[in-house]
């Protein structure tokens, strides 16, 4: 019996008590393995059902590929860069193809905290309202992204209690350019 696994983003044809090398997996020597990501499987000219088989693996070694080098030139610029890599790899042998997928388990995503930064402006907004100026110190404990606070706080209070909106900074405008036309250099 054969089947065809995917891992690490290519396909091996493998069969009982085949060694293979793969991409790095997680494990020590010694350790089995389950690739789940049968894409077919066959006994002979026969196509098996391939939705509920898996293929058992022991790792025998985990190894570095051969030195790859990376050499870059641009002619006439004396510009060299070398540069290389050892592939991280696992030797895998097959034990067994067949047998049943192990169920996944769906881990239950905990509801994430409210940030702190909530807290800080309404803290903010209650010191405009009073008509007292608050200097930051609720922003800054806040957090480093509270400029509406910062804002509010820093605008003068309106005779209804209601901070201004904060303005949006102008644009500097541009200043005359001084050069003189091309014609009048020439003479």
């Given amino acids: 019996m054969f089947a065809i696994v995917r891992t690490g983003g290519k396909q091996y044809r493998v069969a009982a008590g085949d060694k293979i090398v ?3 997996l997680a494990g020590n020597p010694g350790d089995t393995v389950t690739l ?3 894409l077919l ?3 002979g000219g026969d196509l098996k059902a391939k939705g509920a088989l898996a293929v058992s693996a022991e790792i025998v070694a985990q190894v570095k590929g051969e ?3 990376v050499f870059k030139k641009r002619r006439r610029h004396n510009y060299r860069r070398k540069k290389g890599h050892r592939q991280q790899h696992t030797i895998l042998k097959i034990l067994a193809i067949g047998g049943d997928k192990p169920a996944k388990k769906a881990e ?11 807290e800080a402006k309404p803290a903010a907004k209650a010191a405009d309202a009073k008509g007292t100026e608050a200097k930051g110190t609720e922003a800054k404990a806040g ?8 804002a509010a706080a820093k605008a003068p209070a309106k005779a ?6 904060a303005a949006k900074k102008a644009a500097a405008p541009r200043k005359a350019s001084t050069r003189k036309p091309a014609a009048d250099k020439a003479e």
């Fill in 36 to 38: 789940d990501d049968v």
């Fill in 160 to 165: 209804g209690g209601e901070a201004a909106p």
């Fill in 22 to 24: 793969v991409e790095k």
């Fill in 41 to 43: 499987a066959g006994d």
């Fill in 67 to 69: 030195k790859v080098v």
């Fill in 108 to 118: 239950a995503k905990a509801p994430k905290a409210e940030a702190p930064k909530a």
């Fill in 143 to 150: 957090d480093a992204k509270a400029t509406g606070a910062k």
